[in-house]
Nanobody, 118 residues
């Protein structure tokens, strides 16, 4: 069992930046995929970015070029650097971990609120 704890959310003006952190309670070396999801009010949860144990990253088209995901395996932490924030980025952001290459994510954090004011 792996617990994930997110932090770094808050209120920011449009055009600003935030960095989210997700600390795992155990080593993430064996976890193939670490991801960030978000859910805005009245909308479905959507994938924002993923980072594999091999160093590959992937982004939703809506955040590509503005957000950067990174993982520090020595610190069991995954980050999401968010720049040029827009009001449509307002959502609860969740960290997730998946050991397998395919299938659903195994572990989820409790979420951190990001609010972007225009």
């Amino acid at each position: 069992q792996v617990q994930l704890v997110e932090s770094g959310g808050g209120l920011v003006q449009a055009g600003g930046s935030l960095r989210l952190s997700c600390v795992a309670s155990a080593s993430i070396l064996s976890i193939n995929y670490m991801g960030w999801y978000r859910q805005a009010p009245g909308k479905q949860r959507e994938l924002v970015a993923t980072a594999t144990s091999g160093g590959s990253t992937n982004y939703a088209s809506s955040v590509k070029g503005r957000f950067t995901i990174s993982r520090d395996n020595t610190a069991n932490t995954v980050y999401l650097q968010m720049n040029s924030l827009k009001s449509e980025d307002t959502a609860v952001y969740y960290c997730a971990a998946r050991r397998r290459i395919f299938g659903p994510y195994d572990y989820w954090g409790q979420g951190t609120q990001v609010t972007v004011s225009s």
